[in-house]
């Protein structure tokens, strides 16, 4: 046997799970897609004494439009996300991103949410609600919350959910129409954690960058906003000296750790050139909306 | 809630009754509970891909999925694909492109390469290899397996 004993309990509602979590006494582990839990039970660097299979709670595997966001229940894998029609028609930069997932065999099984509250600093998803102006819907015995992502990401593979709160759904905005976007990711065999990545949003009007949103991963204990990068690109063209002082503004903002993948100042680098990508990329995505079109 | 229960699983379409502990990895209920050793285990944590199955007709790791999760479960392995004597298609390419050397690896990619078949489009081999891409082959024999896929997706259509 890889794991350590453990009572498991197919969970048959939201809140039949959120009583199992609570009657753990903070020792429940809620089991979605397994692709980061299974892991780290098996290694026993986990060890809960109740395991909540949340995989036959109907309700749960579903994305919904609502508005201007985007619903994503806690059994959406990775694949249902990718393929999603609202997905790849409204949101390419998160199709896009679903590509560097793991590999097709984990996003058949991974989910969203299950990734954002495994919460590793270099995973894609967590990123992406971070970028996508995300909030996280959650249950426990003492009702329901909904947490914005900035307040959601604590430290590495720590998050706001408590040992008795589990997460139901994750809204994300859907960017505007004509948003420009951009994606660069380097990881050193494909599907690997990332040693950095970034993503980008912003629209053009009257030939200036607006709603410049950038986020960026690998580079810090949680996934990372750069407002500072934002600002320095906020109502201006994208020109090569906008884009200059904009990487200026990202090695200021950044502080990435070393370890045996790679040391801060090749992280650093690595940062600025994946940066300098997207942002470009993202400009050039850009269309013209139709305000523009109509002056 | 209990630390052990009675599960059904269909595998390769014969309906399967076992008493299982909850903490029991479908991949290790497949090999010694069902002696269906076809599949093989290798890194035990979801990297290596050699033990590929179908669960529910997608290919998942049996080694990060619980036996007790499968209760009710369609599940198919390698030795579903073909019979003694007769391989099944994506062996029978196997064999004719040299797409294996010891053999550990095989039973996880031609799973794997079986969902890629019957739900991706591969259109070129940049979709073969990004498809291929976490199930490992220590023998480095990935453009043998890469040519085998190549010929399977043809079957289906031109590709770019």
């Known amino acids: 046997m890889k794991p350590a004993r453990f009572d498991y309990v197919r969970a048959e509602s939201i809140a039949h799970a959120v009583e199992v979590l609570a009657d753990a006494g903070g020792d429940g582990k809620v089991l979605a897609g397994g692709q980061s839990l299974m892991p780290m039970m098996n290694f026993r660097l986990v060890k809960p004494s109740v395991l909540v299979d949340i995989n036959h709670i109907a309700e749960l595997d579903r994305i919904e439009h609502r508005g201007d966001r985007l619903h994503v229940g806690a059994l959406v894998r990775h694949r249902m996300t990718a393929e999603d029609a609202l997905v790849v028609r409204h949101i390419p930069v998160l199709h896009h991103a679903m590509k560097h997932v793991a590999h097709l065999t984990v996003r058949n099984r991974g989910t969203f949410c299950g990734s954002v509250c495994h919460a590793d600093p270099a995973a894609e998803m967590p990123m992406m609600t971070v970028l996508l102006d995300g909030t996280i819907h959650t249950a426990s015995p003492r009702g329901s919350r909904a947490l914005p992502a900035r307040d959601f990401f604590v430290g590495s593979l720590v998050t706001a959910l408590e040992p008795d709160e589990m997460a139901t759904s994750i809204e994300i905005a859907v960017p505007a129409e004509g948003s420009g976007w951009g994606f660069e990711e380097f990881a050193r065999r494909h599907g690997d954690y990332a040693l950095a990545a970034i993503a980008v949003l912003m629209e053009r009007r009257d030939g200036q960058a607006r709603n410049v949103r950038v986020a960026m991963m690998g580079v810090g204990d949680t996934p990372l906003r750069l407002l500072d990068v934002e600002a320095a690109l906020e109502g201006r063209e994208v020109t090569r000296a906008a884009l200059d002082e904009a990487i200026e503004a990202l090695k200021m903002s950044i502080d990435p750790n070393s370890d045996l993948n790679a040391s801060s100042d090749y992280r650093r680098h690595l940062a600025a050139v994946l940066a300098r990508r997207a942002l470009g990329d993202a400009w050039s995505r850009t269309r013209q909306t139709s305000v523009e079109i109509a002056a | ?160």
């Open chain 2, 1 to 160: 809630m209990s630390a052990e229960a009675r599960i059904t699983v269909t595998v390769n379409g014969l309906s399967c009754t076992r008493t299982v502990d909850a903490r029991l990895l479908l991949s290790d209920f497949l090999r010694h509970e069902l002696g269906l050793t076809g599949t093989h285990v290798g890194c035990e944590h979801g990297v290596c891909g050699a033990c590929t199955i179908l669960l529910d007709g997608r290919s998942a790791r049996s080694c990060l999925t619980l036996a007790i999760q499968a209760d009710g479960a369609n599940i198919e392995t390698v030795e579903g694909l073909g019979r003694i004597g007769e391989l099944g298609r994506v062996q029978q390419a196997f064999r004719d492109h040299h797409g294996l050397q010891c053999g550990f690896c095989t039973p996880g990619f031609l799973m794997t390469i079986t969902d890629m078949l019957r739900h991706h489009s591969l259109e070129n081999d940049e979709d073969i290899r990004e498809a291929l891409s976490g199930n490992i082959c220590r023998c480095t024999g990935y453009e043998h397996i890469v040519n085998a896929v190549r010929e399977l997706a043809r079957e289906r259509g031109p590709l770019k």
